[in-house]
């Protein structure tokens, strides 16, 4: 049925007339227990949506909406494995990236987690070589340097993991992420590096993405320049994908690649062979921690109840947020320096999964989806962009991220990290008004611009450590809220059509500007005039 049909979703809009105007300053007051009654604590992560804009009806009626919607028999359906992805006609299955030894989850009748267990101990095996300085170059010397090339889900799960566990990271070794098709990518990566140390862990799901084959190509040149041998790309690079004939094609033994699946999307790709780099930094047993910890959040999202279900409860506030209240984005806050990629990594993951327009069954919303996700580490953030979320006209939900244990204990630095978030989610909540102003003596023309409105909604995550494990949790929550979001939108998170058409332009393009004969352009008449100038100019 359309969602907007439903009765379910009526009855949430004809309460948010009246619940959407409710303010946080009265809910608070009305009820000392709040803080309580809307605190969900499960998989090490303690989940404070108090300072939210609801209350218990509007809990109830977004669970009962997640209900009919039918979300449970869709988890279901995801993590045994069904082709949920129908426009691509594939099974969805990041959770069997991490399910434990022994579990069953079958994919056209055949089990793929034994598969899943023979890829990490082969990764297991080479990781432990490079780690010890067993893995050797071409000419003998030990692989100091890891040079991970990929884009999209091959780059910013790998990039914001080993950023994220540079604490548990083996400091010996230097890695460096290439993802961008321009040049300067590559060549700052590379300029202080000895080819003669260095591997490229070239990573893509289909090994035809133009920018990721275009920096593997600028890397193998880079390396024989320096190598001479060709026997030498043996010894100096792997490949992470699906496509073994590409990556023969492309001149990496498929002996040194490291595989996936067409069940894991790019997107949600970092537990599988993606991060290979991520366990070389970190170390199997810390990657297995990741996964652990991953796996824990599943089992939650797979069996809570939605009123005490994490990744549901993240799912149905952002509905909530952006479909009754208006909410066009989302900024997430991580009061962690470690996790300062972990916003750009949740923008692929959040908005290239439910930035869609059309239904599973192709017919246009008439409601809006996915928000937009943004966020910097505080407190940084603080001194630049939060005046608009505090005073501005847009309402900008936040998550803010927090651990109780520094990870670096600094004199007074953690206790003044954690009173800053504290206080972040307390002046969004709760503004000053003018008669609080005014008792402070602040003067009447000056009032307007101090006050603050308050009633920013917000949801704090207060984590102990940021362990691997912890990354795991997270990571998992925020595919699960998105999953969430995905199904009572009625959208497929799992496919990613709007990249194509940009794809195919570029394709035409390129060789209208690398060509020595003035070429014929039918583009538009702006696109026409920008080929031609930079032609002239170039
Ligand atoms: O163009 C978008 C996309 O397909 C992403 O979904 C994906 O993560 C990225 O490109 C890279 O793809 P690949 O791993 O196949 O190189």
């Known amino acids: 049925m359309k969602l907007t049909e439903m009765k379910e979703w009526k009855a949430l809009e004809a309460h948010s007339a009246k619940a959407g105007k409710a303010r946080l300053r009265d809910l608070f007051a009305a009820d000392p227990k709040r803080a309580e009654k809307f605190t969900v604590e499960a998989a090490g992560i303690y989940f404070d949506y108090s300072k939210q804009r609801v209350g218990a009806g509007t809990m109830n009626m977004l669970c009962d909406l997640a209900e009919a919607s039918g979300l449970r028999g869709k988890i279901e359906a995801m993590f045994s494995g069904e082709k949920i992805n129908v426009t691509e006609g594939r099974a969805v299955l990041h959770t069997a990236l991490r399910a434990p030894k022994g579990t069953v989850v079958k994919v056209d009748g055949e089990d ?33 340097n890891i040079v991970n090339i990929g ?8 990039v914001m993991a080993y950023e994220a566990l540079k604490n ?14 321009d040049g300067t990518d590559f060549a700052e990566a590379v300029q202080d590096l000895d080819p003669a140390e260095t591997l490229f862990i070239v990573a893509s799901k289909t090994f035809t993405t133009l920018e990721t084959m275009t920096n593997a190509q600028t890397a193998k040149d880079w390396a024989l320049a320096a190598l001479k041998d060709p026997a030498a790309i043996a010894k100096h690079f792997v490949a992470l994908s699906t496509n073994a004939a590409k990556v023969a094609g492309f001149g990496i033994d498929t002996a040194n690649m490291f595989g996936f699946w067409d069940w ?9 062979a993606i991060g290979l780099s991520t366990m070389i930094a970190i170390g199997p047993e810390n990657f297995r921690a990741m996964l652990a910890g991953a ?11 939605f009123d005490v279900n994490l990744p549901a409860l993240m799912g149905l506030l952002n509905v909530w947020n952006n479909n009754f209240l208006g909410a066009a984005s989302i900024a997430v806050l991580p009061y962690e320096q470690y996790l300062k990629r972990f916003p750009a990594y949740l923008q692929q993951m959040t908005m290239e999964s439910n930035g869609k327009r059309v239904t599973i069954d192709g017919q ?9 996700y943004w966020g910097e580490p505080g407190t940084n953030g603080q001194h630049s962009f939060y005046q608009l979320i505090h005073q501005g006209t847009k309402l900008i939900p936040c998550d803010f991220i927090a651990f109780s244990k520094a990870a670096h204990s600094l004199g007074r630095h953690h206790d003044l990290l954690m009173a800053n978030v504290f206080a972040q989610a307390e002046a969004l909540a709760f503004g000053k008004t003018a008669d609080e102003l005014k ?8 009032i307007p611009h101090k006050t603050f409105e308050g009633n920013r909604p917000s949801t704090t995550m207060l984590l102990d450590e940021l362990t691997p494990a912890a990354l795991g949790r997270l990571v998992a929550l925020y595919e699960h809220s998105v999953f969430t979001q995905g199904m009572i939108w009625q959208i497929g998170p799992f496919d990613q059509w709007g990249v194509e058409l940009g794809k195919v332009l570029a394709g035409r393009i390129a060789p209208e500007l690398e060509g020595k004969a003035e070429p014929e352009l039918k583009h538009d008449a702006s696109t026409n005039a920008l080929i031609r100038r930079y032609r002239a100019r170039k």
């Open 295 to 305: 796996r824990e959040m599943d089992e939650h999202y797979r069996t809570a109840p």
């Open 264 to 272: 894991v999307g790019g997107r949600y790709s970092m537990f599988s």
């Open 364 to 372: 246009a919303v008439d409601y809006q989806t996915s928000q937009v």
């Open 439 to 446: 008792q402070e003596g602040v003067k009447d023309w000056l």
């Open 168 to 181: 548990y990271s083996q400091r010996g070794l230097t890695f460096r992420f290439v993802s961008n098709i």
């Open 151 to 158: 884009i999209g889900g091959s780059d910013l799960g790998p």
């Open 112 to 144: 793929v987690v034994p598969q899943v267990h023979e890829v990490l101990d082969r990764m297991e095996a080479f990781s432990r070589k490079v780690r010890a300085g067993e893995w050797k170059g071409h000419t003998g010397k030990a692989i100091k």
